[in-house]
């Protein structure tokens, strides 16, 4: 295989750009490797944010990037959120990414992911990943061949499988805590609560909330999915642009991120956002208008963390009982932070990122404290 580190046009790219580093400084990031294999045309950035915590862990994304700058911000803010939200759940790991630039319906091949299983591979464990946008389990298995740093392959190849159930229970009691913080219970019974989108994990999530009692209307812009649900269950369907101005206690969000903008905002009824879809503020100054309005927020990384919950506990064995019982726990995390917030007068978004802070602020404190001690413990020296 012919692979190098860095293609030349990239090189060229970086040249021109070295604003990087200062990314790179401004942000924390410890290490962005460009990789590039000719024979199967894998052009891909693996992005290392953070191994304080431990290894660097998160997924590939694959997506026909319009331009290298495009796909570089993409991975760096990707890698970055991801230790954030390895450290809100209580994970040993760090924050990593990595993309794939390419159209995933045309573009993959055994190739093309053995290329990148190759690259993985020589980071000897630094850095482990498995899906995200664009990819999907089976196409790791390709890649298992040359790397065994990966994770969420379906069961029969070793794998945790499918991380739907275990993020919907984690959300499901994610929002039990906003309603005791914003209600003063955590029983659900005749909430009134809105699910915007009922893909694998929207579907899941209405399960558990009309199981207790909750009064559920549901949205997608899919009507496989409202088919589904609606022959499984008891709820309400509305247009999706209705979804919003709803006269419900909770908003769940469970499908497209952004969702929490300059338009929708203002029709907001709601007294809670709380739902597992990915980066629901457009901007962190619509988390600030959130809080502004009186509108208790679950950020999103939190409550949404089942999913790395349940890869992470693929390390050493998988355990489907204790994932559970780790993403139930995301309860306990969010009163934590709604804690952080009233402490000291913070929107909820940023009490999370003070609690992550804090917690990785007083890991480096003890392994600095070890080296200057001559401890030696290699897993505590490693700065």
Same mark, same amino acid.
């Given at each position: 295989?012919?692979?190098?580190?860095?293609?030349?046009?990239?090189?060229?790219w970086?040249?021109?750009?070295?604003?990087?580093?200062?990314?790179?400084?401004?942000?924390?990031?410890e290490q962005?490797?460009?990789?590039?294999?000719?024979?199967?045309?894998?052009?891909?950035?693996? !992005?290392?944010? $953070?191994? =304080?915590? +431990?290894?660097?862990?998160g997924g590939?994304?694959?997506?026909?990037? #319009?331009? %290298? *700058?495009?796909?570089?911000n993409?991975?760096l803010?990707?890698?970055?959120?991801?230790?954030?939200k390895?450290?809100? !759940?209580g994970? $040993?790991f =760090?924050? +990593?990414?990595a993309?794939?630039?390419?159209?995933?319906?045309?573009d #993959?091949? %055994? *190739?093309?992911?053995?290329?990148?299983g190759?690259?993985?591979?020589?980071?000897?464990?630094?850095?482990?990943?498995?899906?995200?946008?664009?990819?999907?389990?089976?196409?790791?298995v390709?890649a298992r061949?040359?790397?065994?740093?990966?994770v969420?392959?379906?069961?029969?190849h070793?794998?945790s499988?499918?991380?739907?159930?275990t993020?919907?229970?984690?959300t499901?009691?994610?929002?039990?805590a906003c309603?005791?913080?914003?209600?003063?219970s955590?029983?659900?019974?005749?909430?009134?609560?809105?699910?915007?989108?009922?893909?694998?994990?929207?579907?899941?999530?209405?399960?558990y909330?009309?199981?207790?009692?909750?009064?559920?209307?549901?949205?997608?812009v899919a009507?496989a999915?409202?088919?589904?649900?609606?022959?499984?269950f008891?709820?309400?369907?509305?247009p999706?642009?209705?979804?919003?101005?709803?006269?419900?206690?909770?908003?769940?969000?469970?499908?497209?991120?952004?969702i929490?903008n300059?338009?929708?905002i203002?029709?907001?009824?709601?007294?809670?956002?709380?739902?597992?879809?990915?980066n629901?503020?457009?901007?962190?100054?619509?988390?600030?208008?959130?809080?502004?309005?009186?509108i208790?927020?679950a950020?999103?990384?939190?409550?949404?963390?089942g999913?790395?919950?349940q890869?992470?506990?693929?390390?050493?064995?998988?355990?489907?009982?204790?994932?559970?019982k780790?993403?139930?726990?995301?309860?306990?995390t969010?009163m934590?932070?709604?804690?952080?917030?009233?402490?000291?007068g913070?929107?909820?978004?940023r009490?999370?990122?003070?609690?992550?802070?804090?917690?990785?602020?007083?890991?480096?404190?003890?392994?600095?404290?070890?080296?200057?001690k001559?401890?030696?413990?290699?897993?505590?020296?490693?700065s």
């Amino acid at each position: 295989m012919a692979a190098v580190r860095v293609a030349y046009r990239e090189v060229a790219w970086l040249q021109d750009h070295m604003g990087i580093f200062a990314e790179m400084a401004q942000h924390g990031h410890e290490q962005v490797t460009f990789c590039y294999d000719r024979v199967s045309g894998l052009k891909s950035i693996i !992005a290392i944010h $953070n191994t =304080g915590l +431990g290894p660097a862990l998160g997924g590939t994304r694959m997506w026909p990037y #319009k331009t %290298e *700058g495009e796909a570089l911000n993409d991975v760096l803010r990707l890698s970055r959120g991801m230790t954030y939200k390895s450290g809100a !759940a209580g994970c $040993n790991f =760090g924050g +990593g990414k990595a993309i794939i630039w390419g159209d995933p319906a045309v573009d #993959k091949s %055994e *190739g093309l992911f053995r290329a990148l299983g190759t690259f993985v591979q020589s980071f000897d464990g630094r850095f482990i990943t498995g899906t995200d946008v664009g990819t999907a389990a089976e196409d790791f298995v390709w890649a298992r061949a040359v790397t065994p740093y990966l994770v969420a392959l379906p069961e029969e190849h070793g794998g945790s499988g499918d991380s739907s159930l275990t993020t919907a229970f984690g959300t499901w009691h994610g929002i039990r805590a906003c309603a005791q913080e914003k209600f003063g219970s955590p029983r659900l019974k005749d909430i009134r609560v809105a699910v915007q989108g009922v893909g694998k994990v929207g579907y899941r999530l209405c399960g558990y909330l009309l199981e207790e009692g909750a009064e559920v209307t549901v949205t997608d812009v899919a009507q496989a999915n409202l088919d589904k649900t609606t022959a499984a269950f008891k709820v309400k369907v509305v247009p999706p642009e209705e979804i919003y101005g709803l006269e419900v206690d909770i908003l769940s969000p469970n499908a497209l991120g952004a969702i929490i903008n300059d338009e929708t905002i203002g029709k907001l009824k709601a007294k809670v956002v709380a739902g597992a879809a990915n980066n629901q503020l457009a901007e962190e100054r619509h988390g600030d208008e959130l809080h502004r309005r009186g509108i208790l927020y679950a950020p999103d990384y939190v409550i949404n963390a089942g999913g790395i919950i349940q890869v992470a506990e693929e390390f050493p064995t998988f355990s489907r009982e204790r994932a559970m019982k780790r993403a139930a726990a995301i309860y306990d995390t969010l009163m934590r932070i709604f804690a952080i917030a009233r402490r000291d007068g913070l929107p909820t978004y940023r009490a999370a990122d003070v609690m992550v802070e804090e917690r990785l602020a007083g890991v480096q404190a003890g392994r600095l404290w070890v080296r200057r001690k001559g401890g030696t413990s290699g897993s505590l020296q490693r700065s």
